[in-house]
């Protein structure tokens, strides 16, 4: 990341944090045949993306497609308003939402059905949010991946989203690092993580291309002296507002036996974690540009596990990912 003279810089997030007015997942919703656990997964192409999100063709009520935004931090699925005028999509009602810069009200749409990767969901309620805002015609919200398995493959740049069996094994890649999770609202938060030796609660936003740092966090980071130094910055939200903070590079990135280092981190007062309950407790929401360090990420809501696959030794950038931490004994 390039340091700016004016020490000021400008960080568009996609993520939407926390859609309080529903349950994250919809009443009535309903997966497709396609969607059976003995069914393999489909495999699509992630598409292009102006800031390096992941994408997925998006399907709805047959129409299509559109690349949607896969994002883990969000609660809802989310659609853009031209797009949802061009559809004629029911209004529904208004609910608040909270996105990086705090609460606001946005209007809803019924989406009939949606399909994606080979399967269905029907009948999802979608805020409706400004298409200059979300950088896209819509996100891919976790009321659509709750008890999926998307498998991000950066390598070859494409992307698998299957049913999660949480009784069933999974193969993995024998160079695969697997790290537990615990579930709260929704979100997977990584155990065994910490960043500069601190122990952090960390979490996947692939809505992100940046990573974020709550004010627990770097206020913890400069009480022990171990903070980077640190610019200020501005952040944009999907629903247009804008927060102030401070960004830096974070030495050490640890979660389970792998470790990030000279990781760029956006220090912010976002309300999505005193959403979460984590306002007083240092956490990290690790971006999309973090996680394209790995040769491939895969997120299992099902199983409560996260797995990272490294690139091959000859590939990896020291500056930007160590080496597997050796077990312990």
Partial sequence: MRRHRAGLCAVRFAGLAIGLAAAWMPVGAQTSPALDPDIPPTVVPTGASLDARVTIPIHIDGKGPWNFVIDTGSQRTVIARDLAERLALPARTSVTIISMTGRSEASTVAVPRLGFAG????????PVLEGEHLGAPGLLGLDSLHAKRVTLDFRSGRMAIASSHPRRPVSVDPDTIVVEARRKRGQLILLDSNVNGMRVAIMLDTGTDFSIGNMALRNKLIAKKRAPELLTASLTSVTGGTLSGEVGRI???????????????????????AELGMADKPALLLGISALRLFDRVAIDFGRGKVDFLLPDASELERTQLAAIIPPKG
């Fill in 119 to 126: 399967g269905t969901i029907d009948d999802i309620e979608a």
């Fill in 251 to 273: 030495k050490s990135v640890k979660m389970g036996r792998v470790n990030l280092i000279d990781v760029p981190v956006l220090f912010v007062d976002a309300s999505p974690f």
